[in-house]
């Protein structure tokens, strides 16, 4: 038997696993006149997160054209597609072959900066780190409890965003977002092989920089390299390129490099 709120279901249906255990992944994509951005690329990181996972890859077709039909509704701003391997007994092994359940939500789009580039962020260097997961890096699964943490540190601090690193010191990302820095007139972006999340907009990004010809690196970083930098940015599949334009008492300018990155997401 199950109860929700109080109340006894009346469907009997055991908890979903993504409920359970995490036991699933997730992609939020913006909608832009209609029409969900950079599909493609999100469906590619689901496909990559059920291998990672185990879990049944549902129709890329069938995916796309439900989302797509999301995305048309009046009013949508975000699209947010949640994949679990459904329901399950009370323990932690799998049905290696059981069809996945999927969820969609549209909706508003999030409270973020009208024009980024105008707004630039504030962030500081939270202290807690990241934790260290190789099979679980790049994918979006829904075990998100360490970035439900880190936002609280970033709301108490009152800042818009917090960078944060892995046990080794080594920067990764922000709490909702992936990190650019220019080096010496280089852009390097963090390596995301033990942790982290390989956001959409981050390999959207570095592709368009790489057709403009500017030298770019995928490679660990230290925080202290964040001191070095000449410009710092950050991407995200909601808010597009974030400048940041102050870190602790720092202010940084809003440079080429993060124009022209930004100038790329505007043609999406």
């Known amino acids: 038997m199950l109860w929700m709120d109080g109340v006894l279901s009346t469907t009997g249906e055991p908890l979903d696993r993504g409920l359970e255990f995490g036991d699933g992944l997730f992609e939020t994509l913006a909608v832009v006149a209609g029409r969900p951005r950079l599909l493609a690329r999100h469906l590619d990181r689901l496909e990559r997160g059920c291998a990672q996972l185990g879990l049944v890859m549902p129709d890329r077709a069938q995916l796309a054209a439900e ?22 007994g009370i323990g932690y092994g799998v049905d290696e072959n059981r069809a996945p359940r999927r969820y969609l939500y549209a909706g508003p789009g999030r409270a973020r900066p009208l024009d980024p580039l105008a707004r630039g962020a504030r962030v500081a260097v939270l202290p807690t780190p990241l934790a ?16 439900v943490l880190l936002r609280r540190d970033v709301a108490a601090l009152g800042v818009d965003e917090g960078l944060v690193s892995d046990g080794a010191g080594r920067l990764i990302s922000g709490t909702m977002s992936n990190v650019f820095l220019v080096l010496a007139g280089r852009v390097v972006t963090p390596l995301l092989s033990r942790c982290g999340i390989d956001g959409v907009m981050r390999g959207a990004v570095l592709e368009a920089l790489v057709a403009q010809g500017c030298t770019v690196a995928v490679r660990d970083v230290g925080l202290e390299a964040l001191a070095a930098a000449e410009e710092i940015f950050l991407t995200n599949a909601l808010i597009g390129v974030w400048p940041v334009t102050q870190i602790a008492q720092r202010f940084l300018p809003v440079g080429a490099v993060t124009r022209a990155a930004a100038q790329a997401v505007s043609a999406w």
């Open 132 to 147: 260290i997961q190789p099979r679980l890096a790049g994918i979006k699964h829904l075990n998100r409890l360490e970035q």
């Open 67 to 88: 989302v797509a039909a999301a995305a048309a509704t009046p009013d949508v701003g975000l699209v947010k597609l949640v994949l679990t391997r459904g329901a399950g």
